[in-house]
Structure formats: C-alpha cells, structure tokens
C-alpha cells in the first residue's frame, strides 16, 4: 500500500514537541511519509523543512491542508490555534491528528467534533497507545486482580509548580484551555477510562494554592489562576472506589504512582516523570503479597522500538501504528472525555456530587 503522506503543522527548525515526537515517531513506523510542513512564516518553514528534509514548506497551514500530496495533517500547536488550523484540513477532505487538548473548552471541542463527523480523526491520547498500559488493561481484564475493589493515583502537573518556563506563561490561565486539569489530569482520567472504567459518579476539589509563580526569564513574580491541585473522589462504573489527586510542579517523592486492589491481588504503575503518558513506565505486581515486577510482553511493543520506552516519541509512534489500523480516540472521544472535565469543574465549583453518565 502506498504510505499515508503526512503534513506537520507546527514543526521548527527550533525543536519543539512536533520535533521531539512526531518526527522520529513517523521515521519509526512503516506507512507513513513526512511529505509537508508548515511555520509560522514560509521563511522559517523552509530552514525547517532543510533541517527535517521535508521536500514541502508552507508559511501557511491552509496551503498545506489543500496539497495534493497530503493525506493526514498533524496539528501540534498550542490548543488555542487548534480550530483554526483544523478547519481548512477538515474542509480540505485530510485526514486529521490533533495534539491534545483538541479545543479550549467543551464548546470548541463540541463544535470540532461536529465538523469532524464524516472525516477520519484523531487526538493525541498516548496513554491509549502505551504497551505497558495496554498490557495493564489485559491483566485487569484477565483477571489478575480479581474483582477491582479500589485504586488511588498520585501524580505531579509538571509545570504549575512554583516558576513557569519560557514560552508558558499561557498555561497558568484557563482561558488558554491548556491547564493542569486539560492537559494532565485529561491524560489520567482517560488512562482510568481505558484500563478500569468511567466514574460514574465523582466529587471534586481544585485549588490554586501558588497564586503567584516566578517566570524563569525575567525572574519576576506572575499571576497564575488555573489550578494547581486537583483531587477528585468517586465511583468508577465498575463499582470500583477511586481517587486520583494532581499536584502541581515535581515532586522528589512520588511523581506518577497508580495502584490497583482487587479481590485477587495488586496492580501497580509508577513514572519516573509526570508526564507519565509519554514516559518509561514501570508495572509490578502481586498475587501473593508480595510485588514483583512485571515485563510488557513483546506483542504489544513495535520490534524497532524494543528499548526505546524512555524517548517521548515512543508512545506516539505505537499511536502511528495504532492510526493504520482506525485504532486511537478521535474527536467524538475528546468530547465525552471533556464532558468528564467539564463535570469535574462544575463539582468544584458547586461543591456537589456529579453523575457525568446521566448527563
């Protein structure tokens, strides 16, 4: 089959996520071409695309979208350009991969989805794709565990610590739509979603406990109002008790821990990052009190990537892989996992308990 001609919008000769990630994760998957680009000028798209010897640049990402040559367009941007560099791929006929988040709020995404209807599409979701998350699911399914009785996740934002880095300062907003509760916690509440089930009930608390950080260039004291701490309690459709608490910033102690009790035995992941989507993970386990650590079996890793769990294109090329086959989240799932964002910010807010399901 002729390989699927991919289009990057967002890719710079200056590094970036679509750098880091997409670049070697296409090189790493059979079936795919990078065939275009686009930057935020046709200037600096061209110094791009000599670094990255992509054969087409675009100072414009509609340009792009409407090549011939492009079958999938790639959007990796910041969330607040998403629908406008969706809209011309969707309207061009591509196929199209948003970075998550998709959109800045539920509405956006809602309104995505709805253009998207006909077309095929994809969020970035790489938990999804992950083989030791993969691998979790099957043991749960399978019955390691037993009955699930209770899990608990404790993990760190990342950023929303005490400073924000060069180029972030949009993030410490929700008006920007890429804070700790879209971007991280949407990451863990889909890996829940994925491995054990939907709450379907859930109680939440978010606070803002640094109401001022320190931007690392200028070193002066900014205003961040997003949350940095974010605990939600509940119920997963299984039946299973659940509780997942996000700090914000890195934590020397425990940065990602997520343990799973059953009937039968114990399930554990931990991440030596906070972005534990796109990081090496680590699964123990134990049916007889005692954890030992689990090995991935071979079936669920791509044999070119065996060793390479630590780089952050490692879950995005099993999510190329995965894309061949119609086989990651699209634009109709980003909306059902904003609706459960959506549902954890009106709890805060009102101090209730939400049923996200009977919504």
């Known amino acids: 089959m002729a390989p699927v001609r991919v ?3 967002g890719l710079s000769a200056n590094g970036g996520w679509a750098a880091t990630a997409h670049v070697p994760a296409l090189a790493a998957v ?16 061209r ?8 054969p087409l640049t675009f100072g414009d990402a509609g340009e792009l979208a409407r090549h011939p040559e492009v079958d999938l367009v790639v959007v990796a941007v910041k969330v607040s350009e998403h629908r406008a560099l969706i809209e011309p791929a969707l309207a061009a006929g591509k196929q199209v991969l948003s970075e998550w988040p998709l959109g800045v709020s539920l509405a956006e995404t809602e309104a995505l989805a709805e253009e998207a209807k006909d077309a095929k599409t994809a ?22 565990v037993g009955r ?3 899990t608990s996740l404790i993990g ?21 739509g890429a804070t700790m509760l879209t971007i991280p916690f949407a990451h863990t509440v889909d890996a829940f979603d994925m491995v054990l089930g939907r709450f379907s009930e859930l109680s939440a608390t978010m606070a803002t406990v640094r109401p001022r950080v320190r931007d690392e260039v200028t070193g002066e004291s900014v205003p961040m109002t997003a949350p940095d701490q974010i605990a939600v309690s509940g119920v997963l459709t ?25 009937t039968e035995g114990t399930l554990v992941v931990t991440a030596a990052d906070p972005l534990f989507w796109i990081a090496k993970l680590t699964l123990r386990g134990s049916r007889t009190g005692v954890l030992e650590k689990l090995t991935v079996p071979t079936r669920y890793e791509l044999p070119q990537l065996a060793g390479r769990s630590a780089e952050p294109s490692y879950n995005v090329a099993h999510a190329y892989a995965r894309h061949l086959k119609g086989d990651l989240p699209d634009f109709a799932h980003a909306v059902r ?13 009102t101090g209730t308990r939400i049923h996200p399901d009977a919504e």
């Open 7 to 9: 289009g990057i919008v």
């Open 47 to 54: 110094v791009a695309g000599e670094k990255y010897g992509v």
């Open 30 to 45: 059979d079936g795919y071409e990078l065939r275009a680009l686009s930057g935020s000028s046709a200037e600096s798209a």
């Open 123 to 144: 969020v970035g979701l790489q938990g999804r794709s992950a083989p030791a998350l993969r691998y979790l699911r099957d043991l749960i399914k399978d019955g390691y």
């Open 238 to 262: 299984g039946g299973a008790v659940a509780s997942l608490h996000l700090r914000g910033g890195s934590s020397p102690a425990t940065d990602f821990r997520w343990e799973i009790n059953g």
């Open 148 to 150: 699930v009785l209770s």
């Open 156 to 176: 760190s934002g990342g950023n929303w610590g005490p400073s924000v880095r060069a180029g972030r300062t949009y993030q410490l907003h929700p008006e920007g």
């Open 337 to 349: 996992v904003h609706r459960v964002l959506d549902a954890v910010q009106r709890s805060a807010d």
